[in-house]
């Protein structure tokens, strides 16, 4: 009689790396390709969206009625959010990318609204027309392939961000972000360029989390993540202020 082989655990350091990654990538999209069902035959159909997220990481979006994503979304709100993060590689299908799967609806939430316009303030210019939306992808999993052999599915708790404990945060981000771009612009360069790759430039801050901070320069968006979680305005004051004194070290 044989013995089958137990079955082989994925490394758990690899899995946290790809949960975070993924978390990132969302984090860190400007655009996406949005699939919703055709009515009424149910075929797929996809679409280019501009994206930001909301404090949690829900990915957000701003949409006219008038669309036929729109139309789709009102009478099926099932649908999926591909993030392409290949960037100029020579084979994309090395590269990372992530389908995230939910139900897309209309929300009133405001952070999601300063959030999105934050990223993307041309869009400010037609935000309140009548027939435009803005719209989250209440995410319930998502498949992540990260190149040849490294393809994880994720379940919504592992690409979310927790926000409980942090409402001092979420109350104190509007001040703490319009403070940064006003008051420490250079401080934000130098986390672009110093810690996160980025080239020079009059980078923004346009939003803050318990897990990190999100910068946009034109056509690109970087995310910068913190040494620890932070619940509140001193917490994330503390954070920047350290973060700021590795990149001065850095640049020296």
């Not at 993030?83 to 009133?108: F, K, N, V, Y």
């Not at 409980?164 to 612009?185: C, I, K, R």
Request: proline share 5%; charged share 20%.
């Amino acid at each position: 009689m044989s013995v089958e082989e137990p079955a082989k655990q994925p490394d758990i350091s690899v899995v946290n790396e790809t949960e975070g990654l993924a978390r990132t990538m969302v984090r860190a999209s400007l655009k996406g390709s949005l699939a919703t069902l055709l009515t009424p035959d149910g075929h797929p159909y996809a679409s280019l969206l501009l994206t930001a997220t909301d404090s949690d990481g829900s990915p957000v979006f701003l949409i006219s009625k008038l669309a036929l994503h729109t139309r789709n979304l009102l009478a099926d709100p099932r649908a999926s959010l591909l993030i392409d993060a290949t960037g100029t590689e020579a084979d994309p299908m090395q590269g990372s990318r992530i389908t995230l799967i939910g139900e897309a609806r209309p929300t009133t939430s405001e952070s999601a609204k300063r959030r999105f316009l934050a990223r993307h303030p041309a869009a400010a210019g037609y935000a309140g027309f009548p027939d435009f939306a803005f719209y989250a992808l209440d995410v319930q999993g998502a498949h992540f392939i990260g190149g040849f052999g490294r393809i994880f599915d994720l379940p919504r708790e592992k690409l979310l961000t927790n926000l409980s404990g942090a409402e001092a945060l979420l109350e104190a981000e509007q001040g703490v972000v319009s403070h940064m771009n006003e008051d420490h612009a250079d401080a934000i360069e130098l986390y672009a360029t110093r810690l996160l790759g980025g080239g020079a430039g009059a980078w923004r801050m346009t939003g803050i989390d318990p897990e990190g901070c999100d910068l946009v320069l034109g056509a690109r968006a970087l995310r910068l993540p913190f040494g620890s979680r932070v619940t509140n305005g001193d917490d994330v004051r503390k954070e920047l202020v350290r973060l700021v004194g590795i990149a001065r070290s850095a640049a020296a």
